[in-house]
């Protein structure tokens, strides 16, 4: 089965957009259905956390499953049951129905960005490797900005569970397309043993490797940093900015033209910047994003355009900065990519469950507490990453 590059990375995209998807298409509707389903904003918001939590449990296994049973077969399967879940979501009649639904999705969605991943590592390497990671990302980068835009329509011809059926449907011809063109890239003279023991060593391997840690960590913050106005967007666009459902393209499609421009720089710069210099490059852009998002908070009432301004330069920093952390990592374990690909996605995951439960409700209430968010977590991401420095400085002077 040949496939070109190009149609790859479509491919790739595509199966990595699943999870934004999921997200954030519904998000225009959760007015009409805490209405529909007499359900509290609190119990439509938990929707996101019973989607998150078993999104990110599962992220330990897509990866995993992958390295011994093939990429192609994990990532078939998935899709399948994304389909279901999404058409139970969409005859849901009570919210913990629906919570059942999202868990199902949440279950699900994942396996096209790990496995994904994988492949990319599979079959390229270097340079070649990160620009294709780079056309990946840039194509992936629409998903944030489209899925609420198509939420918003929907509802004005359809219910709330139009979106659950279209989000089966978008699925559904997907996964008839990687039936019929996405090629399996791992032999099977490569593929791993799922054996407990062989397994639980495994994961010990990589929890307890120092960068593995430092580079995860440093991954999830900065991507929570970007999050967090995902998450609150409903609250941010509706309350904050006095927007309709129909408008959340003034957010997200600036911010998708960010992460585009910074994937595409991230390709430019493959096989001349290192990964390294690359990843500081970045920082500094989202640290000039979020010290310009406080200012602005501190300074002016919400109000467009300034509410939005930093918020297409931070994508633009963080979709610089993700190839190439992702590449680091994936290039500490070689012969467990998958593996490593999950695990690195579930610390990812399980910081963005914890702080949609915990985190971001707190923040909500107003643009400033936003704005400390995005903040707080970037620097926590700097720090993260900083400290794989001093891991690599210890290690040179042993």
């Known amino acids: 089965m040949k496939i070109s590059q190009q149609h790859f990375a479509f491919l790739l995209a595509a199966l990595s957009a699943i999870g934004p998807f999921a997200i954030d298409t519904y998000l225009p509707a959760f007015p009409e259905m805490a209405q529909q389903l007499g359900a509290s904003a609190l119990q439509i918001q938990q929707t996101l956390t019973f989607y998150l939590i078993p999104f990110g449990f599962m992220m330990l296994w897509h990866g995993t499953l992958s390295d011994a049973l ?127 023991l062989k397994l639980l060593r495994a994961y010990q391997d990589v929890l307890s490797h120092g ?15 970007f999050f967090i106005y995902v998450v609150a967007a409903p609250v941010f666009l509706i309350r904050h900015l006095g927007l309709t459902p129909q408008s959340f393209a003034v957010m997200f499609v600036p911010q998708v033209a960010g992460m585009m421009i910074g994937s595409f720089l991230s390709g430019r710069f493959a096989g001349r910047l290192t990964h390294r210099r690359t990843i500081v490059i970045s920082y500094a852009v989202m640290a000039v994003a979020a010290s310009l998002n406080l200012v602005i908070n501190l300074v002016l009432p919400p109000s467009l355009p300034w509410s939005i301004l930093p918020l297409p330069l931070f994508a633009c920093g963080m979709s610089l900065s993700m190839p190439n952390m992702q590449l680091l990592v994936l290039d500490l374990f070689p012969e467990r990519r998958g593996l490593t690909s999950s695990t690195m996605s579930a610390i990812s995951t399980l910081v963005g469950a914890l702080s949609t439960a915990l985190i971001i409700p707190l923040l909500w209430d107003s643009t400033l507490g936003l704005s400390l968010g995005m903040a707080g977590f970037l620097v926590l991401g700097v720090i993260s990453f900083a400290l794989t420095r001093t891991l690599d400085e210890a290690h040179a002077g042993a």
């Not at 056309?135 to 329509?153: C, Q």
């Not at 960068?211 to 940093?225: E, I």
């Open 70 to 196: 093939g990429r192609r077969r994990i990532i078939l399967a998935g899709l399948l049951l994304f389909v279901l879940a999404s058409l139970l979501c969409a005859f849901a009649t009570r919210i913990e129905m629906l919570w059942l639904g999202r868990a199902l999705q949440g279950m699900s969605s994942g396996v096209g960005m790990v496995v994904g991943r994988a492949m990319v590592r599979d079959v390229l390497h270097g340079a070649h490797a990160q620009r294709l990671m780079a056309k990946v990302a840039i194509l992936f980068a629409i998903a944030p900005a489209v899925s609420p835009i198509v939420g918003g329509y929907l509802l004005r011809f359809y219910d709330w569970q139009g979106i659950f059926i279209f989000l089966a449907l978008f699925t559904g011809l997907l996964l008839a397309a990687c039936l019929a063109w996405l090629p399996e890239t791992l032999a099977v003279e490569k593929r791993q043993s799922l054996h407990p």
């Open 211 to 225: 960068m593995f840690n430092r580079l995860a960590m440093a991954s999830a913050f900065t991507f929570n940093a």
